[in-house]
């Protein structure tokens, strides 16, 4: 039981440290043009611009001029999971975005 009770609140704690890292990264002066960037070059990837500006978008992490981005929604036809991984350059180029498997609660 004591076990349990632990997994549950070190869960918990990495839930809220997640959430804080978030928002921290959402003050940050960069992240509108970031979330544009990521926007834009993830409707000229997928030619759905509807999906892409009705997404979710989060800042998971910034580091070496790499942000982590994850956008989230209905995807088109559930081709993959609902939970899009993008890295964005700090100057805006979408490196790279690939489906995400949402983490377990």
Partial sequence: MASVLVGWLGAGC???????????????????SILTAAQKGLAKSEGNPKWVYAAYYSPLQHTNGIWVVV???????NKLSSDLELLVRDDGELVSYDSRQPAAR
């Fill in 14 to 32: 990495a839930i809220q440290s997640d959430s804080y890292r978030a928002n921290e990264l959402r003050t940050d002066p960069a992240w509108p």
């Fill in 71 to 77: 956008a989230s929604g209905p995807y088109p036809l």
